[in-house]
């Protein structure tokens, strides 16, 4: 298993900005996905964005244009920025890293909230 530890979380009002950082505990250019999760009281956890170990990402519609997720490999972090935050965006965000083999690890979560 891979440890993740998540930071950054915090309150934020609508339309203000967070930095989550996310630090592995190996190599993350092993790690074939790396990602950033989100789950609000009630309802499933779903994917916020991924980044591959070649620098691919993905996102949800919902963040297209105010997320922004991205890899550090001399560090061993990823993050994901998150601009003009909406009161919807309030949940637990966890970081994730998918290794073919080996498959998910998780973070413990940071709490994001955003007041309207």
């Not at 074939?32 to 309802?43: E, H, I, L, S, V």
């Not at 966890?94 to 413990?108: D, F, H, L, V």
């Amino acid at each position: 298993q891979v440890q993740l530890v998540e930071s950054g979380g915090g309150l934020v009002q609508t339309g203000g900005s967070l930095r989550l950082s996310c630090a592995a505990s190996i190599n993350i250019d092993n790690i074939n996905t790396m990602g950033w999760y989100r789950q609000a009281p009630g309802k499933q956890r779903e994917l916020v964005a991924v980044i591959t170990n070649t620098g691919r990402t993905t996102y949800v519609d919902s963040v297209k244009g105010r997320f922004t997720i991205s890899r550090d490999s001399a560090r061993n972090m990823v993050y994901l920025q998150m601009n003009s935050l909406k009161p919807e965006d309030t949940s637990v965000y966890y970081c994730s890293a998918r290794r073919a083999k080996e498959g998910y690890s998780w973070g413990q979560g940071t709490q994001v909230t955003v007041s309207s």
